[in-house]
Structure formats: structure tokens, C-alpha cells
């Protein structure tokens, strides 16, 4: 039986629907499904260079990665790869022929940095090793059970603030993509990302078929979002937090944690039953907010780099 590497073709289903299959048993704790993969391989903008490559054994796809340069990081020269097999699948060489193609890809391309994402368990990390990489930072990945235990009683919403859904803003998304731009300035990681592209973000983020505008919610003052927790569900019983964060002129007023505990509550009454969501390590105020909902960890996954020479 041969192993061959080769591009995820986004107009075949048995290419999407294997990729998210792989990532969905290697990675249970985000959300994948046949449109977000073929969404992802379409709608990234060009200059991220974006190639997802499949790893195939006797026509089933046993192994995925996904390869990009950090196109809106402040920093040029940075490369983005994250390589998952199938756990009933490893020990075949898919994980190293994957990333031997991803590596040749970046460096191609410019890339003299290399981050993956590695799961925290021996052999994961001795893969990442043996191949030149080193960890640093982690994060956590958490779950909460919605079918089971009660929710936390909602806080009272402060004076002068309104929440709305994302579908509220479905005629002018600007105001989102604002609040965006300006919370992921300051979210914990080793690359610094800017975004600037308005219609870049409408196409890759606004457009995204996990995104469930009914369940993302925003705490507004004056009309404008201030505060957010972003939801994407999987059509089925799965929720996760894509991102939630706090404009800076109005932190410390418990508004993050408002709109996320809104948005779970109307996740459980529209039959969602699993909930998931992620904390870099060193996120004290996210963690916190995190623990109060009742999330748990579930998996660490730790973050590798490696220099291109």
C-alpha cells in the first residue's frame, strides 16, 4: 500500500468530505465540515499562498495539512502549516510526506519561519522534534456539556448597553468587522496579525459557512457592537467560539462574558448540545470567564516553530 501526497481538489466532495473526516477524528474540539473545507481552499485570499494538501492511501485520505503564509501578519516571511492524520492511520510516513510538501511550499514562497500547531502527547511532540521543531506557548482547548448541566444565571445587562445578533447587522457588517480588526490586536500569539481588508474579511470570515449569525452576539452601546462572542455551529448539535473579545474603551464592564453566556443560551434553545471553545494558556481574563460558564479542558495542543534555512 503506497502513500501519495498530493492538492485537495475543492470541487470534489470525496476531497472534502475526506478532509474533514481526518480533521474531525484527529481533532474533535473545531468544528470542520465539507463546506468549511472547500470554503477555506476558495475564499482565502491569494496572497496567503493557501495550498491544502491530502495525504491518500489506496484512494481514502488518511492525512490532511494546511499551508499558508501569515499574509496579514505585520511581519512578512511567516508560514502557517498544521499537519493531522488519521489516529488509526499513523505510522504509514502520510504525517512526514505532508509535511515535506508544506515545508517546500512555504519556503517557495518566501516563508522563513515555519508555526504548527502540535497536540500535547509524546508522540505528536517527538514527530514535531525529530523534525526540527521546537514548542513554546499553549493553549487549551475546552469543552461544555449543554445537554446536562444548568448554564449560570444570566448577569444583568448594564445601562445604556443593547444585544443584537450578528444577523442584525446582515445589511451593514462593517461595524463587526471593526470590533474585529481591533480585539485581534491584542490576542495572545507569536504572530502579530493586522486586519485591514474590509471585503477580504466579508469574503473569508463574514461569508463563512460555520458562521451562525443568529448565535453570535453582540453587546452594542449607541447602536455599535463593543463587545462579541462569535459562534460557529456544525448544522447539527456542535457549537464553538470562533473568537470573543472587548473594544479597549469599554473592557471591564463584563461585556465579553454577557455576550457569550447570551449566545450559549441561545445555542442550548436551538438544540445544540456540545459546546467548545479555546484559551491560549497565558489568557487569565478568558480563562476565567471560561471556567465560570463550566467549560473544561480537553486537549492541549502546543505551538511549534521552526526556522527554514
Known sequence: M?????????????DTEGFARVRHLALPYILFTSDSIRHDALRMPPEARYRPLIAEEDGEVIGTAQVHLAHDSTEPGQGLLNVYVRPDRTGRGAGGLLLRAAEEHLAAQGATRVFSWVLDDPANRAFAERHGYRGSRSAHFLRRDLAGSALPPVPETPPGVELRTAADFADDPRPLFELDAETMLDEPGDVDYELTDYEAWIEQYWKHPLLDRDLTVAACVEGRPVAFSVAYTDG???????????????RGRGLAKLAKIHSLYRARAAGVTEAFTGNDTGNDPMIAINEWLGYEICATEVRHVRELG
Open 2 to 14: 503506497t502513500v501519495i501526497v498530493r492538492d485537495l481538489r475543492p470541487g470534489v466532495p470525496a
Open 236 to 250: 447539527g448539535t456542535r457549537y464553538a467560539t470562533a473568537m470573543t473579545g472587548t473594544a479597549q474603551s469599554h
